[in-house]
């Protein structure tokens, strides 16, 4: 009878290995969405910065090209 408590025992030490390593999993997937948004953001905010400086310089062309 020990030896079944015993694996009973190691079941649950299992179990709760798995669910300690779920959160982990879950917490490191929250933490990649959080950073892809970030990233997301900031190449949205690049690229806007990029546009406008070509809209200003295409500009400038231009009114030179009108001379």
Not at 19 to 36: A, D, F, G
Request: proline residues 0%; hydrophobic residues 25%; aromatic residues 2%.
């Amino acid at each position: 009878m020990i030896d079944i408590s015993n694996k009973y025992v190691t079941i649950e030490q299992h179990d709760k290995a798995i669910q300690k390593q779920l959160k982990v999993i879950k917490k490191l997937q929250k933490r990649v969405k959080t950073e892809q948004r970030q990233k997301n953001q900031l190449a949205s905010q690049l690229k806007r910065s990029y546009n406008q400086v070509n809209n200003q310089n295409s500009g400038k062309l231009s009114e030179g090209e009108k001379r």
